[in-house]
């Protein structure tokens, strides 16, 4: 079997055509388009590729995103003073501080930041506010990647209620809020984590299997029931020749890939649930894509929700 790919890319090119005229609507009324911004301290390489993109696709529906860095040996102090002074400048409805934070600030420094942004402006639905709204089925600002895999499966006609849906990994940004969006979907949930046992005798009972794990190729076609949809959330740069000659067949688009670019992006499935699956989203162009969209629409509902014209969605 070979699974049907999941276009993610082109569901996310859908959702942003459908952005634009709200954009267009609210800076019309507003007299300035919705306001994005974006918060990066340090020099994270892959947190700079993934800023950029997001810049890029904001101005490109029609949104004006503002990037906010600050340099590596920036305090916590100086994190939340950033966030605070975004809290009370009218030109931004959405508030991103990127994750990672650079280590030095230590482990809860993350959590500490979201626990200042507005509600109001949270477009990454990373509050405690908006995580408890999520978990009572009545959430605004929904977390991006989950919320992304549930407009994929939606518009991909893939059948979420009744349906034995498995996530591995137990994360706030993915694992627990898509746990949550499945499960308000009328899907039967359980979420696996590192200290699951027997993880392939829980996640061969899935219809509906996301890997959220951070960990490439994880997913091997013996976790998988034959003809599940999988969804792959992770995004994993290989950089080791060996590791990619063993991910890949000979013949592979993806190792000429590696030999033109040094690097390839693995998800967290491995190539070879594709021969078991029966529909599975694929890395790149799958879920990476929807996060992105899913940002602008939260930044466009937060524009809207906050002059008060929620009712336009
Ligand atoms: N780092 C990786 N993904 C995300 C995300 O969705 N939001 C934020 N703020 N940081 C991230």
Redesign the pocket.
């Known amino acids: 079997m070979s699974a049907r790919l999941l276009d993610g890319a082109r569901v996310a090119a859908s959702i942003r055509e459908q952005l634009r005229p709200r954009a267009e609507v609210f800076a019309a009324r507003a007299g300035r388009p919705p306001g994005l911004g974006i918060v990066l301290v340090g020099t994270h390489a892959a947190?700079e590729i993934?800023v950029r993109n997001k810049l890029k696709a904001a101005s490109d529906v029609g949104c004006r995103a503002e990037l906010f860095r600050l340099p590596e040996r920036a305090t916590l102090a100086d994190v939340l003073d950033t966030v605070r002074r975004l809290n009370i400048d009218e030109a931004f409805d959405g508030i991103?501080?990127?994750?990672?934070l650079p280590s030095a600030m230590g482990s809860g420094a993350s959590q500490a930041v979201f626990d200042v942004i507005d509600p109001a402006k949270d477009v990454?639905g990373?509050t405690p506010i908006n995580a408890g709204l999520l978990s009572q089925g009545r959430s605004v600002l929904a977390?991006?990647?989950p919320s992304g895999v549930i407009a994929l499966l939606q518009r991909e006609g893939i059948a979420m209620s009744g349906s034995h849906a498995v996530v591995i990994g137990r994360s706030d940004?993915v694992g627990k809020p898509m746990a949550m969006l499945l499960l308000h979907q009328h899907a039967t949930v359980t979420i696996c984590h590192s200290r699951t046992r027997d993880l392939p005798a829980l996640t061969r009972q899935a219809d509906i299997l996301v890997a959220a794990v951070g960990r490439t190729a994880f997913v091997r076609p013996e976790h998988v029931k034959p003809g599940a949809t999988v969804v792959d959330v992770g995004i994993n740069r290989v950089t080791d020749s060996g590791e990619v000659a063993a991910l890949f067949p000979e013949g592979s688009p993806r190792l000429a890939d590696f030999a033109r670019r040094g690097s390839v992006v693995v998800g967290d499935v491995h190539p070879a649930v594709a021969e078991v699956a029966g529909a599975l989203t694929p890395v790149p162009g799958g879920v990476g894509p929807l996060?992105i969209a899913l940002?602008l629409q939260n930044t466009v509902t937060a524009a809207e929700a906050r002059a008060g014209w929620s009712a336009s969605r």
């Open positions: 947190s993934y991103l501080v990127q994750d990672p990454d990373f977390p991006c990647t940004i996060t940002l």
